[in-house]
């Protein structure tokens, strides 16, 4: 692929405010859109001329620029040809997508508490709707074959009533039931991302995406971010530049739990409708707002973008249901509901009507619930880190399950080895992170656990970890 030097001077944002002489603030701009997957392995540069005239710059600093990037391996060139990213510009590299998704992952012997995964226990409305199914299904617990490959009815519309109660202009065709939020994004991002174009992501973000992105041949490259979130101006012209097919956010971060004001939800839409980019909407987290501001569902937000929504069950009741769904256009929506029962049948009968039941009866009664009990054990946990003395640095989230600690003078992946085998394991920042070698000094702490067992997971963090 020949990158042109107004395509580069596109993507090339604030490259001057780094110190250092021009050329070297140029080539360390360059090697962070590599390292980010905007540009691509392989890609030819624009020449030294050009991309001088674009910029602006002698073309002596952009000659120096190129030598620097030749010299430290992230340029091939030869006689005649123009320069060509090499084998150090791959994007995500440090971790496979599978390594990525099986650290957050609990193994067939659980550990003394498990802190990689961020799935809470079951809401007491779960329990006892398993406990006593004939009662809440009127005495009829079993049903038919026991299948409901293509969605169970009751579900689907209520479903749809959750939908527009969030805003979205819903019907009953749209919506396709999946084993999990988990089956909903991948298949997604298999049906819509291609080789042809990378699938943009917040530069940090929820591991098991990265192995729907390389099923499906593409691969990732990285929003820019801040501490106080996504940066949206720098997005918004990426979006513009690189014009990927898809993006996927997520509406409390996982793991930062930052979000999008609608201002600026509205704003990143805008520009993803210029380019051509359908937005997946991750709201698997979107009611877990634990400020007490739910981030509106981007298809309510009148923008004319396309855009797929994901959410489940998972988060409010219990992963153990495997109840989840994605909404989108009705075409789309048929192919992904037979490609789905394909793939598994679809989740239990019974499952699905219970879930139909809760979903219209104990919705809001069990956020509730679960808000309450997140902010007990966060409360558990802050205080648990203050009575061990550790200066582990983070903001609380504005929403969803998870703390992004920061360890000062420590590495997160030995941190995390050191847990681990303390029985203890913590997910480190390299397997949430696009760009490698960020995250180094984080990793992520899920507060799901009840207060008791949080306190006793830092305790022994705190003494055999840190």
């Known amino acids: 692929m020949r990158t042109t030097a107004d395509q580069l001077a596109g993507v090339l944002d604030h490259w001057k ?10 080539a360390d701009a360059i090697v962070a859109l ?14 030294e001329r050009a991309l001088a005239t674009r910029l602006h710059l002698s073309r002596n600093t952009v000659t120096a620029a190129y030598q620097r990037l030749r010299d430290q391996g992230w340029l091939e060139a030869s006689a005649g040809s123009a320069p060509r990213l090499g084998t150090r510009s791959r994007g995500v590299a440090a971790l496979t997508a599978q390594d990525r998704f099986s650290r957050i992952l609990v193994g067939q012997d659980p ?13 007491p409305a779960v329990s006892a709707a398993l406990a006593a199914p004939e009662a809440l299904l009127d005495g009829r617990a079993a049903l038919g074959n026991g299948y409901a490959a293509l969605g169970d009815r009751d579900l689907t519309l209520a479903i749809t009533d959750h939908l527009r109660r969030q805003g979205i202009a819903a019907r009953p065709d749209e919506v396709v039931v999946t084993s999990g ?4 994004l991948w298949l997604a991002v298999t049906a819509l991302a291609s080789p042809a174009t990378p699938v943009a992501l917040e530069a940090i973000t929820y591991p098991g995406v990265f192995d729907a992105i390389a099923a499906a041949g593409s691969r990732p490259f990285a929003l820019p971010m801040t501490d106080e979130g996504l ?7 990426l979006l513009r530049a ?4 898809l993006a996927y956010l997520t509406s409390f971060n996982n793991p930062t739990g930052t979000s999008l004001a609608d201002a600026d939800a509205i704003r990143l839409l805008t520009a993803a409708k210029l380019a051509g980019t359908t937005m997946i909407d991750d709201r698997t987290l979107a009611d877990l707002a634990l400020s007490g501001r739910r981030p509106r569902p981007f298809a309510s937000l009148g923008t004319g973008a396309s855009v797929i929504t994901i959410g489940g069950m998972s988060k409010v009741f219990w992963g153990g249901l495997r109840i989840g769904w994605l909404h989108t256009n009705a075409t789309l929506a048929a192919q992904l509901r037979h490609r789905r029962a394909a793939m598994d049948l679809g989740s239990p009968a019974l499952f699905q009507r219970v879930g139909a039941v809760l979903l219209r009866e104990a919705y809001d009664d ?12 966060l409360a558990a946990t802050r205080a648990a880190m203050r009575e061990a003395g550790l200066d582990w640095e983070a903001v609380d989230p504005a929403g969803g399950p998870s703390l992004w600690v920061r360890l000062p003078g420590l590495s997160s992946e030995r941190f995390a080895e050191r847990a681990e085998r303390a029985g203890v394991p913590v997910v480190a920042g390299a397997a949430f992170s696009v760009v490698p070698g960020a995250g180094v000094d984080r990793f992520r702490l899920p507060f799901y656990l009840p207060p008791e067992e949080m306190r006793l997971g830092i305790k022994i963090l705190a003494e055999r970890a840190a």
């Open 231 to 237: 940066d949206v101006e720098g997005s918004a012209k």
């Open 181 to 184: 939020a988990q089956q909903a």
């Open 242 to 245: 690189a014009e990927p097919d």
């Open 17 to 26: 405010s780094g110190t250092g002489p021009l050329y070297q603030q140029l």
């Open 366 to 377: 069990t956020l509730e619930w679960r808000l309450a009990s997140l902010r007990e054990s």
């Open 111 to 123: 550990p003394l508490v498990a802190l990689n995964t961020a799935s809470p226990p079951p809401a």
């Open 34 to 47: 590599a390292e980010s997957g905007t540009l691509e392995h392989g890609a030819r540069m624009p020449s």
